[in-house]
């Protein structure tokens, strides 16, 4: 599986690890913005600037927040698209996000939305 339109990712807070190491596996580079000097930051912002409309937005996790976010992107023309192992494709159809696997997400999307809760960790 590979991220065909994604380069780098800049995220706002630390992001599980778990989730960094896919995210690097596939070949992204993972930026925190916390770590960066305005300045860097930035540039960052800078080169990373896109235009939304006619874009493609992944959404993996399709509960209240990712409909929000799915449909304020649809209002900026983008289209939607999503993943999530509890909210039916009929359910997500009726905002406007079309359910694909993971496997054909990765290749269309231009930006990446993880909206995932994840389980407290157990102990061994």
Do not use: H
Request: include cysteine; proline fraction near 6%; charged fraction near 20%.
């Amino acid at each position: 599986m590979a991220f065909a339109n994604l380069r780098k990712v800049l995220i706002s807070d630390s992001l599980d690890p778990c989730c960094q190491r896919i995210l690097q596996d596939r070949g992204l580079q993972v930026v925190e913005k916390q770590n960066l000097s305005k300045e860097e930051l930035i540039a960052e912002l800078q080169v990373m600037g896109t235009e939304l409309n006619g874009k493609t937005l992944g959404v993996l996790g399709l509960g209240r927040i990712g409909r929000e976010v799915a449909t304020r992107m649809q209002s900026l023309g983008m289209k939607t698209i999503g993943s999530d192992a509890i909210i039916s494709p009929e359910v997500s159809a009726s905002f406007g996000v079309q359910q694909l696997p993971l496997e054909e997400i990765w290749p269309v999307i231009s930006t990446l939305c993880t909206l995932l809760s994840c389980p407290p960790p157990q102990a061994y």
